[in-house]
Each structure stands twice: as structure tokens, then as C-alpha cells.
């Protein structure tokens, strides 16, 4: 049976760099509930990365992420100086010095990724979504978060993927092919928008108008977070979800407020290891 | 007029004559209309045999041949305190809603909470959950009561819920300690909805949900009262539909 909420992993490395003559190696573990992210940074810049799905156990999802991103580059964990571990299950990296909550190090990163203009950070991730406030210096202002309800999260998406059997990637792209944007469906919780979309597919909808009903709801869900830790600009997002078009259009429509587009040498799922990597880099100049 | 199941109980001079229900379905109305015929033979009736229908539930709009319709929460009332003229709450606890009401000595709503947002609060979590363990919806109650540790579940949502009960077979917790934290877990957040509303006694359990001892004791336990669960709690909220016209409660269609 094909997996349709599967996503991509993969591993990359920067291009045109060398590790061997950078004097401070560090490293950022993300272990989030669905997807583990490993960065390497060489003197606080992105060298290699990581992304795969987080397994069973959060100590062999670290390990195998971190070993993923030195692969191909003839670095050893040695060779880096300073780990720090982020995420859902930060305290359980085995190979990190320290460990930093997510928002913390999601709000660094985007700093980092987007500059010292960012104010607003929305990671949509695997389980949870947060709405993040933040200073020029990409320092937690406020933040609001739901982690109780897989509604406005991945997992959300995931089940909607399975159940069209479209493959997750295309579950945006799709939702946006339709003419007219359909009333958004009417429940919240994943599980009863689940039995809503089936009676919409019962009832002869077509897919795409499904997707579209589905992610509009979702995108309603999302934009509440946001209006209540309030917004301003400039926005960003990051996390899984900021790949699903559908999600980012029509949220960006209920907000009036488009989020600055993502850069080229970057995967916003990293920005939460890319922060850890830059504190990384931080603790190691100050012991 | 359920979400999971459409339930036909007639009335004659506040006895119960017969009952019965049948699976909602796709389409609610016919699956009516054929439980509701199957009533009336049963007791030998005809549809002209009935003085008048009162419908009740979240599809009570799609009732064929109703007179009149019910909110579900005074029928709940109604139907309680018929049964047990000390109740003063009524917790309902249905397939994808759950609520409780507040009713005086006569049977008359004063006040109710619901919730119909999240299936975590409702029977269609305690069915996920029984999917997840690999165990029969029946079966999950009676298993519950086997188990000798208490594990408390961190995940609110069904979604989560279900992934965390995954990961508790693989901790090797057994599955009647799993099913008695499925049970303490959906009990809290019921407990919480009732204690918005304040809770008087006597209380009465129904709905579907009632019929999961699992869970009748949670709730128990949890909200420190005994429970008055009546042998066939599905029934309650049809029950009170059927009392209305009694009562003069509903509203003429």
C-alpha cells in the first residue's frame, strides 16, 4: 500500500565549502514529533543539513540524523565542537552539550535566515503550530502554541493525504486548482473533518474541492493563533506545513499579510537546528 | 436522530411500548423510516396508531413524519428525570457529542453545556482507541476493570492519542492498563465539561457511552458521585422526545 502522507527526506551539503578550514564546527539537533533535522554550521554558517522522519525512539532519530548529515563530508561527530539539541525531543540527543526549547531556537534561525527585520515567526510543524514574537535580534517576545490538537498541524494534513490517497507534496498544489474556493468544511477536529470530507467525496466532490475545503479550514484554525499573539511584520514562516501552498495562500488571504518568501539555500524546516547550531557556536566561544 | 445510530421509542400513556435502533448510515432518512416501520410491527401498530412524533438528535431536521422537534438537551432532561425523578443533572455522552444538563424537579432543562468540536470528548474517541489497542469496542470496558496500574495519557487529541496508545504497546504496558487510561482520560474531560455546569444530585448517565462500564467507573472515580446509568441509556434522549408532547414541551412544526 503506498504511503501518501511520506514526505521527502533527504540530506544536502552546502557546495563550495570546506569544513577542514573553519575554526569553529558546531551543530543544532531538531528532534521534532514527526520529522528529526540535523545542521552542521562551519563559523556560524549552514555547511550540511539533514531531514528525516523521527522513529520510535528519539536517541537513534538523533543519532541517525546528525550521522545522515555528516555522510559524504569526511567529518566525524568529533570533529564538532559543540551540540545543541532542540525540539520535542531535545533532551533525549546523546551526543548534544546542551539542550534549548524550539521556540527559542526557531526565532534565531528565522533571525538568521530572513534578518533582523522579522517580528512574527508561525512554525507549522509536525504536531504542533506556534505563533512567535520576536525582537531585531531574534529574541523571544511572546509566543502562543498548540500542541492539544492535531488541527492546524501536519498530522492534520497527513490524514487528509491518506485519505484522498494524494501524495502529501501535491495536497496544495491541488487544493489550489479549483475554479471556485469551496466553503471551507465545518468542523475543526481532525476527526470529525475527516468524516466531513468523506460525505463531501460521498456526495460527488471532487478532490481538489475537498482539499481546497479542508485546507481552508485549516488555514482559519492557524490565522486565530496568529491574531492572538499578534501580528506585525516582517512575517515568516517555518515548518513543515510552510511547504503546502494551500495552507500559505489562503492564510496569507485571512491575514492580508504575506509571509517574505523562502530563501533559496534554505529548507524552512531547518530554521529551529539552525538556531541551535548558531547557540551552538555561542556556548563554545563563551566555555 | 444520532450521529452513529437512529433510535424509535413509542409511548403509550408514559409506558414504554417498544424500542429499538439501527446504524445511521449515509442516509439517515431512509435508515429512519426503515427502523421506525420495524417498530411499529413489532408492537402491531401502524403509523396512524401514532398520536404524534416528536423528533430529537443532531439529525432532527431530516425526521420523516415528525410533528415536532426536541433540542437534545431537553430531551435529555426530560427523559432523566422520568426515569429517575431525583435526577437534577444529565450527562449525555453520545458518538460525537457530549453534554450536561441541568433540569428541576419536573424534568425542564435549566441549563446545559456542550461540546461538539472535539471528538476527543465524545464516543468516537474511546472507538479509535479500542482500533489502536486491537480490542472490540464491547470488550474495552470490561478489559479496563482488569487492569492493576494507573498510566496517565498526555495526548488530548484522538489523533495524538491514538499514536500514543502505539507507543504504549511498545513500552509493553498491558492492555488493560492502557484501556483504563483511554477510559481516566476521556472521564477527565467529561468531568470537566459537567463541573462547568456545576454539579447537582442526583446525577444519571446516558447515551451510548454509557454502556462502557470502563467508563461508567472513570467518570465515577473521577467526579467522586455515584452515577445512575439506566439499563438502556442510548434510549434517554428519545425518551424525552417521546414524554414532550406530555410535557407540552415541543415546539409545533
Given amino acids: ?54 522513529g520510535a525512539s528519539s536517541p537513534d532519530s538523533a543519532n541517525k540524523a546528525m550521522n545522515w548529515a555528516l555522510e559524504g ?87 487528509i493525504a491518506d485519505l484522498l490517497s494524494v501524495p502529501i507534496e501535491e495536497v496544495g498544489p491541488m487544493s489550489l486548482s479549483v475554479e471556485k474556493e469551496p466553503e471551507p468544511v465545518s468542523s475543526t477536529c481532525v476527526v470529525f473533518a475527516k468524516s466531513e470530507a468523506m ?6 466532490w471532487p478532490k481538489e474541492m475537498v482539499l481546497a475545503a479542508y485546507c481552508s479550514a485549516m488555514a482559519s484554525r492557524i490565522a486565530e493563533l496568529l491574531r492572538r499573539v499578534g501580528m506585525e511584520r516582517d512575517f515568516v514562516i517555518t515548518g513543515g506545513i510552510s511547504k503546502n501552498v494551500g495552507i500559505v495562500k489562503r492564510l496569507e488571504n485571512i491575514i492580508g499579510i504575506e509571509a517574505l518568501p523562502m530563501k533559496k539555500e534554505f529548507d524552512p524546516i531547518i530554521a529551529g537546528a539552525i538556531g541551535a547550531g548558531l547557540f551552538a557556536k555561542d556556548f563554545y566561544e563563551k566555555e | ?130 482500533r489502536a489497542l486491537e480490542v472490540k469496542l464491547e470488550e474495552i470496558g470490561p478489559l479496563s476493570l482488569k487492569a492493576e496500574k494507573i498510566i496517565s495519557m498526555n495526548a488530548q487529541c484522538t489523533i495524538f492519542a491514538e499514536s500514543e496508545v502505539v507507543s504504549l504497546i511498545h513500552e509493553e504496558a498491558s492492555k488493560a492498563d492502557i484501556a483504563r487510561a483511554i477510559h481516566d482520560s476521556i472521564a477527565n ?24 462500564i470502563g467508563f461508567v467507573n472513570s467518570l465515577q472515580r473521577t467526579l467522586g458521585v455515584e452515577l445512575l446509568v439506566p439499563e438502556e441509556p442510548e434510549f434517554v434522549g428519545a425518551l424525552g422526545a417521546a414524554l414532550t408532547p406530555l410535557k407540552s414541551g415541543g415546539n409545533e412544526k
Avoid at chain 1, 5 to 31: M, N, Q
Avoid at chain 2, 189 to 212: E, H, P, T
Fill in chain 2, 189 to 212: 474531560r467529561i468531568a470537566s465539561l459537567a463541573r462547568r455546569l456545576g454539579i447537582q444530585r442526583d446525577v444519571v448517565l446516558v447515551g451510548g457511552v454509557a454502556k462502557n
Fill in chain 1, 73 to 159: 563530508t569526511r567529518m566525524k561527530l568529533g570533529n564538532v565542537q559543540y551540540v545543541v539539541g532542540t525540539g520535542y525531543g531535545r533532551v533525549n540527543v546523546p551526543f548534544a552539550n546542551k539542550a534549548i526549547t524550539e521556540i527559542t531556537c526557531h526565532a534565531r534561525g528565522a533571525n538568521y535566515i530572513w534578518g533582523p527585520t522579522v517580528r512574527t515567526i508561525l512554525d507549522m510543524g509536525g504536531q504542533d503550530c506556534k505563533a512567535i514574537r520576536c525582537d531585531e535580534k531574534g529574541k523571544v517576545t511572546n509566543f502562543l502554541m498548540n500542541d492539544k490538537c492535531a488541527a492546524g498541524t501536519g498530522r492534520g494534513i497527513e490524514v
Fill in chain 2, 1 to 130: 436522530m444520532g450521529s452513529k445510530n437512529v433510535k424509535v421509542l413509542i409511548l403509550k400513556d408514559s409506558q414504554i411500548l417498544a424500542e429499538d435502533l439501527a446504524p445511521s448510515g449515509f442516509d439517515q432518512k431512509t435508515a429512519t423510516e426503515k427502523i421506525f416501520k420495524a417498530v411499529l410491527r413489532k408492537v402491531g401498530l401502524s403509523r396512524g396508531d401514532i398520536a404524534y412524533i416528536v423528533a430529537t438528535g443532531a439529525g432532527k431536521d431530516l425526521a420523516p413524519h415528525a410533528n415536532s422537534e426536541v433540542s437534545v438537551v431537553g430531551a435529555d432532561a426530560l427523559g432523566g428525570n422520568f426515569l429517575y425523578p431525583s435526577a437534577r443533572t444529565v450527562i449525555d455522552v453520545g458518538a460525537e457529542t457530549s453534554r450536561a444538563v441541568r433540569c428541576n424537579e419536573k424534568g425542564r432543562m435549566i441549563d446545559f453545556v456542550i461540546n461538539e468540536k472535539c471528538a476527543a470528548g465524545s464516543g468516537t474517541f474511546i472507538e479509535a482507541m479500542a
Fill in chain 1, 199 to 204: 460525505e463531501l467525496l460521498r456526495k460527488g
Fill in chain 1, 1 to 54: 500500500m503506498k504511503e501518501h502522507w511520506r514526505w521527502p527526506e533527504y540530506r544536502r551539503t552546502v557546495p563550495g565549502k570546506d569544513w577542514t578550514r573553519a575554526s569553529i564546527v558546531t551543530a543544532g539537533v531538531d528532534v521534532g514529533a514527526v520529522s528529526s533535522k540535523a545542521v552542521i554550521m562551519t563559523d556560524g554558517e549552514l555547511y550540511a543539513y539533514s531531514i528525516m522522519r523521527t
